[in-house]
């Protein structure tokens, strides 16, 4: 149960004076729905409020704060703009606009002769200096309470920076003292203050250091204690150890023998399988380095041992594949395998789920539908996850509430992950790597060219197709914005149409699920012979005679995608072709853009190495791990108050912090352990908490 004393923080925010179902709605926008969450919604910039004695006519376009005295008004017209004329102590005039509205509240807040500090956007306006609605206008004695750095908040339709901070004022008046769960020591030595006069300081001064850094160690502290409760009950549950006798896998006829690397994965996971501690392993491996082949091995082991298998794949199109690769494959094997997606409804949904609770289904494979609460097994007890980042404390705990005993888990990814991602989802996690690639694979030829050259690149896309090859062709990200995405895709599959007819598909992010599959799937069976496709095909999809993909404007693409998506060719014996595309001189780019050094530079790499650990350090170092990480742009709440940067600088402090305080009191019931009970309520990780009760 979380504690009393935080109440006050997780109640809905309309309990705050002012907030009604009119202000609720923006704030739902943002993900504010609690106070607790007003609290953390931390300004991102701030407005220097300094004054100035006098105005200066080369501060036009910036704000500036100023002693003013009102000389005159005027109205234009009967609907004009009222404006106030003002001077400063030197007689330099700029004229106060206020628009619509009573000019009987602009009169009162500047009075004639009166001296006001007045604080607004300086514009010009022909030969004139004006202030266009004025932020703030004070008496000189109130001037004081005007903050030099005004915070700046994230805001949605109907909000404003002052409402905002009107509310986060009130978040901050329920907000109470905790006690301290930062080891007395680390935080004397950064000069930290108490979390409630970090949360106080955040909100008066966004540029406060110390501030910010306590209150994003006390998240990262939080979740590493999370982690590290999780995994001390998972020890003490104890996993089940699985020992395979090979009667399953013996009766797998593969078309192909497994690589080196894949062997020795695959003897590393047997060899965790069979402790009683329940594996968290990694397998990295380059796009098509032969991961679902290691994953169809591990799961085979499990199912030998008697208990059941799960693959998680991101996304409902791998998933389907996934499913369809693995039946094939298993189909003499004699286990019974099902899908699980958030499309499957009704009956198959039904049926699934019992044949899951009764133990009839052997393997379940899926999108994240298949851990949720609905989702009950006989008897789980290895779960694999293939790319997903961002599988993290919540996730963790709704896998380990699927069994009595903690699953097993393998994830699988082509993306180098750094050490702190590792570190802030899992804890700590060995690591196979796949380094070879499976034979006969001949390397993929990329070349960059400018989109002005796009007719050449149908007739080449003509014959290739007319030789009985395959090709995807994607559509740039043309904004953050799917509707503009599929217009872009829609425009060129209609012209692709034209060209080749009906050997032309198009599959993009908003097509219903079952539309999805059918394209896919002619596309598998090479009924179609170009699919023109959003980045929905990125990850994972396997059509190895598919040997040309083109993508347009490339250089908006990150390096790691532009890895992922060059990865769906390459998989069979023909010789392959990428064409990088940029400058789409097209609408709105009448004249082509010019490519950027670092764009160029980064197509230069696609061209020269074809080595994914090599790409993805590069992005790694271009984007740095906040994208990866995910946190902000993804609405997956990892991490609220640490940016990717901080989390880097702090994490191994926080775990050290957090391995100590386990250590000394791993109940948590001395001083310090209430606490940090505390923060993990304050931070969500109750169901970690949640742990101690049951241990
Ligand atoms: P990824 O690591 O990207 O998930 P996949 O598991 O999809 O790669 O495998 C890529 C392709 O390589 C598939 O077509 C698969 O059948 C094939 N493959 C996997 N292992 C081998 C192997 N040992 N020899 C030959 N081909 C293999
Ligand atoms: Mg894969």
């Known amino acids: 149960m979380r504690p009393d004393i935080l109440n006050p923080l997780f109640a809905e925010v309309e309990a705050l004076k002012g907030v009604g179902a009119s202000l609720a709605r923006p704030l739902g926008k943002l993900g504010l729905a609690r106070v607790v969450d007003l609290l953390f919604h931390l300004p991102v910039g701030w407005i220097d409020r300094r004054s100035v004695d006098l105005l200066d006519a080369r501060d036009a376009g910036s704000i500036v704060t100023v002693p003013l005295t009102a000389i005159d008004y005027r109205q234009t017209g009967g609907r004009g703009p009222f404006r106030v004329q003002a001077a400063d102590g030197a007689g330099n005039c700029v004229s106060l606009v206020y628009f619509g509205g009573n000019p009987g509240w602009a009169r009162k807040l500047l009075p004639l002769g009166e001296a006001r500090i007045v604080s607004g956007k300086l514009d010009r306006y022909g030969d004139e200096l004006q202030i266009v609605h004025p932020d703030h206008v004070l008496i000189p ?58 949360v106080t300081r955040v909100h008066a001064d966004p540029a406060d250091g110390p501030a910010r850094d306590r209150l994003a160690y006390d998240e990262i502290f939080a979740n590493q204690l999370a982690l590290m409760l999780i995994r001390a009950s998972s020890r003490r549950r104890r996993g089940v150890p699985l020992a395979g006798d090979g009667r399953l896998r013996d009766r797998l006829a593969l078309p192909y023998a497994l690589t080196g690397a894949q062997s020795r994965a695959i003897a590393e996971i047997e060899g965790d399988l069979a402790q009683s501690t329940p594996m968290t392993r990694l397998l990295q491996g380059d796009v098509g380095s032969g991961k679902t082949m290691v994953a169809l091995y591990a799961l085979l082991i499990a199912i030998e041992a008697g208990v059941q298998g799960a693959l998680l794949a991101p996304t409902e199109i791998l998933a389907r594949q996934h499913y369809e690769t693995l039946s094939r494959m298993l189909a003499g094997v004699g286990i019974s395998v099902a ?72 994830v699988m990814t082509a993306t180098p992950i750094p050490r702190t991602l590792t570190l802030t989802h899992y804890g700590e996690m060995d690591v196979s790597r796949l380094d070879e690639m499976p034979p006969g694979r001949q390397p993929i030829e990329t070349r960059v060219i400018p989109s002005a050259r796009i ?59 079952p539309d999805k599959d059918a394209v896919m799937a002619a596309f598998q069976r090479a009924e179609l012979a170009v699919l023109v496709a959003t980045t929905v095909i990125e990850v994972g999809v396997d059509v190895p005679n598919a040997t040309l993909i083109v993508v347009e404007d490339a250089d908006r693409f990150g390096l790691a995608q532009l890895h992922q998506l060059r990865g769906r060719v390459g998989r069979g014996s023909g010789k392959s072709v990428c064409l990088l595309l940029w400058g789409s001189g097209g609408e709105g780019d009448p004249g082509g853009r010019q490519l950027s050094d670092t764009a160029r530079a980064r197509l230069a790499l696609m061209r020269e190495t074809n080595d994914g650990f090599r790409i993805a350090e590069e992005d790694l170092r271009l984007r740095g791990a906040g994208e990866i990480l995910g946190t902000r742009q993804s609405g997956d709440i990892e991490f609220r108050l640490a940016s990717p940067e901080r989390v880097a600088a702090l994490i191994d402090m926080a775990k050290d912090d957090a391995h100590l305080l386990v250590d000394r009191d791993g109940g948590l019931e001395g001083p310090r352990g209430q606490a940090a009970r505390t923060a993990l309520y304050l931070f969500e990780r109750d169901a970690a908490a949640g742990l101690l009760r049951s241990g």
Request: some cysteine; hydrophobic content about 40%; aromatic content about 6%.
């Open 455 to 513: 007719e050449e690149v149908v007739e080449g896309l003509g014959r290739r197709i007319d030789a009985g090859g395959q090709a995807y062709w994607v559509c740039p990200l043309v904004e953050e914005n799917e509707a503009s995405d599929r217009a872009a895709a829609e425009a060129r599959w209609v012209a692709l149409k034209l060209r080749f007819g009906d050997r032309v598909g198009l599959i993009h992010g908003r097509m219903k699920g």
């Open 141 to 198: 004695a109130e001037a004081e309470a005007l903050p030099e750095r005004e915070p700046v908040y994230r805001l949605s339709e109907g909000l404003t920076n002052k409402r905002m901070g009107q509310l986060a004022g009130q978040a901050i008046g329920r907000a109470p003292d905790l006690a301290e769960w930062i080891e007395p020591s680390l935080r004397a030595k950064h000069g930290w203050p108490s979390w409630h006069e970090a």
């Open 339 to 410: 899908i699980l997606t958030g499309r499957d409804k009704g009956r198959a949904r039904e049926s699934t789920l019992m044949g899951l609770a009764d133990g009839s289904i052997d393997l379940l494979i899926g999108t994240h539908a298949i851990f949720q609460e609905a989702v009950a097994y006989k008897r789980l007890g290895l779960a694999v996850v293939d790319e997903q980042h961002r599988f993290g404390v919540a996730q963790r705990m709704m896998l380990a509430d699927k069994a009595e005993r903690p699953p097993h888990l393998l």
